[in-house]
């Protein structure tokens, strides 16, 4: 029998960076509904799995300034991106998501999510 160094450990990366999560179409477009986001990832740099959330943006829009890039004015998309869950499993991260979604409500004005005492004051 031919011993392979690695075959204990064919389910773990051999270093220790983050890993993305494969996600089915199904929680792909569940995650997207639930906060009206444009991406979904699920990143893995230890034991924990974090849901990351996306929301494509231009700096044209942005009301955080201006960039300039040779004295003009420079505009370029981006991609706004939040952790906004916790879970070791996809059913324990989908619990956190729906408990964050709770706490949280979308501002109609300006597309953001704001914290719900931050809604509660007006």
């Known amino acids: 029998m031919v011993s392979n160094e690695n075959s204990n450990h064919n389910d773990k ?26 991406s979904v990832r ?36 981006y991609i706004d991106e939040r952790v906004v869950a916790r879970g070791r499993t996809h059913r324990m991260l989908l619990k956190d998501a729906k408990r964050y979604k709770k706490l949280i409500k979308k501002d109609k004005d300006n597309g953001r999510l704001r914290r719900k005492h931050e809604w509660q004051q007006g």
Request: aromatic share 18%.
């Open 13 to 38: 990366p051999m270093y220790k960076g983050t890993s993305d999560v494969p996600l089915t179409p199904k929680q792909i477009r569940r995650y997207k509904k639930m906060f009206g986001c444009d």
């Open 42 to 77: 699920i990143s893995r740099p230890a034991k924990d799995m974090y849901l990351i959330l996306g929301w494509e943006k231009d700096t044209r829009y942005d009301t955080y300034g201006t960039w300039y890039k040779d004295g003009k004015p420079y505009h370029f998309k």
